[in-house]
């Protein structure tokens, strides 16, 4: 059974960090694309950050380069996102994502709150 759970999440002041993890199970992660989306309430899901199957290629959304990174541990089948300079618009649901050609996964989600 395949599964990626995410964790991290919480309420964060404005200017915070936080660092959430998705640890995959049930899949050889290594050979997936990794990806972390979000969803706020009442807007579509969006895709916020990309790292190829090697960690050597990250793409990331224009409202978060420079403040968020992307990385993966394939020994650990896990892929983090580490969020800094937190700002309330980055509220939303986040979704950690394997895709391999049209196969795709999806985590239940954590939530991240940013507010003061």
């Known amino acids: 059974q395949v599964q990626l759970v995410e964790s991290g999440g919480g309420l964060v002041q404005p200017g915070g960090s936080l660092r959430l993890s998705c640890a995959a199970s049930g899949i050889n992660s290594g050979t997936y694309t990794m990806s972390w989306y979000r969803q706020a309430p009442g807007k579509q899901r969006e895709l916020v950050a990309t790292?190829?199957?090697?960690?050597?290629?990250?793409n990331y959304a224009g409202s978060v380069k420079g403040r968020f990174t992307i990385s993966r541990d394939n020994a650990k089948k896990t892929v983090y996102l580490q969020m800094n300079s937190l700002k309330s618009e980055d509220t939303a649901v986040y979704y950690c994502?394997?895709?391999?050609?049209?196969?795709?996964?999806w985590g239940q989600g954590t939530q991240v709150t940013v507010s003061s």
């Open positions: 790292v190829s199957t090697s960690g050597g290629t990250t």
């Open positions: 994502n394997a895709l391999r050609g049209l196969i795709d996964f």
